[in-house]
């Protein structure tokens, strides 16, 4: 999806947008490739996946009260983008 298109549908501030997506970028979570004058991002999924998988196994320590949300999270984006 191209940075404007992005920036619309979050309601966010180009500049804004575009440090956000710098950044995630940067962690391999995007990636992007320009297209004349655009610069289309896309979703790293398999990357998105194992930073969920992280945060539960590492980070949440088993706790399902905190896992619950990203277990969620993560059904959805199997679902959608498996």
């Known amino acids: 999806m191209a940075a404007g298109e ?3 549908a979050t309601g966010s501030l180009p500049n804004t947008l575009s440090a956000n997506l710098n950044l995630l970028a940067g962690a391999g979570l995007v990636s992007s490739r320009r297209e004349g004058r655009s610069i289309i991002y896309a979703a790293a999924y398999d990357r998105m996946r194992e930073l969920l998988a992280f945060l ?10 905190i896992c619950a949300p990203l277990a969620a999270i993560a059904e ?3 679902a959608c983008c498996g």
């Open 56 to 65: 539960m196994e590492d980070c949440c320590g088993g706790n399902a009260e």
């Open 6 to 8: 992005i920036a619309r």
């Open 76 to 78: 959805r984006a199997a």
